[in-house]
């Protein structure tokens, strides 16, 4: 099933914070977070496994609540080249271990202004 | 750092016809990943293949099929193909199923039937 984010769209002056949720209604091993230039490939950023910590990719940084399964990111002092949309993807949970493939949210497009 | 490796980087195709979507995964992952998305849409998973053989299927027609060879490089089978399969196709590799570790996606296919 397909994890929601929100919002679907923020739109930011440059050195402001912002906050993009993503959540699932089945049990998470791990959460991906991508982002994603237009018409170019998504870019790995950052992953969240059940039980791990909070993980940071230079001023971004994400955490992972197992018990909502809940992963938020979050971007602060935004800069210029954060603009994108930004994919939140899950893994489920079997036994403890990862199994199948990354199912994305529907992405949240970023824009940040001068 | 290699790269996935992926060709064409665009293709125009008339409907009815066939089309073939090379990926060169990262040396040493061990399954590799396509992916479908239209304009302005999340990525869909089409199918994955781990250690060369088929691990996992979604919303892939019938009219597409995949395999891995030997080498570990996938191709991506498009026949009779439809207006609507007009989209970016991604190829990704992961090590270990990516539960812990993140996919490398390719810079894309671009595909457009006429």
């Known amino acids: 099933q397909q994890p929601v984010q929100s919002p679907q769209a923020v739109i930011l002056r440059e050195g402001e914070d912002a906050v993009i949720n993503c959540s699932s209604s089945?049990?998470?091993?791990?959460v991906h977070w991508y982002r994603q230039k237009h018409g170019e490939a998504p870019v790995f950023l950052m992953i969240?496994?059940?039980?791990?910590e909070q993980m940071r990719h230079e001023k971004i940084s994400a955490s992972f609540n197992e018990k909502k399964q809940q992963s938020s990111l979050y971007l602060t002092a935004s800069q210029l080249s954060y603009s994108g949309t930004y994919f939140c993807?899950?893994?489920?949970?079997?036994?403890?271990?990862?199994?199948?493939?990354?199912?994305f949210g529907q992405g949240t497009i970023l824009t940040v202004h001068p | 750092a290699a790269g996935v490796i992926q060709s064409p980087r665009h293709l125009i195709k008339e409907k009815r016809e066939t089309a073939t979507l090379k990926c060169y995964p990262i040396?040493?992952?061990?399954?590799v990943y396509w992916y479908q998305q239209g304009p302005g849409q999340d990525p869909q998973f089409l199918i994955s293949f781990y250690e060369k053989m088929q691990s996992d299927k979604g919303s892939i027609p019938d009219r597409f099929s995949a395999q891995q060879f030997s080498d570990y490089h996938s191709e991506l089978n498009m026949s009779s193909l439809e207006l609507g399969d007009s989209a970016l196709y991604f190829c990704?590799?992961?090590?270990?199923?990516?539960?812990?570790?993140?996919?490398?996606f390719g810079s894309g296919t671009r595909l457009t039937v006429v």
């Open positions: 969240l496994l059940k039980g791990g």
């Open positions: 040396p040493r992952h061990d399954t």
């Open positions: 089945k049990a998470l091993y791990s």
């Open positions: 993807g899950t893994l489920g949970n079997a036994g403890g271990t990862s199994y199948g493939k990354l199912t």
């Open positions: 990704a590799s992961s090590f270990l199923t990516g539960g812990i570790h993140g996919y490398t």
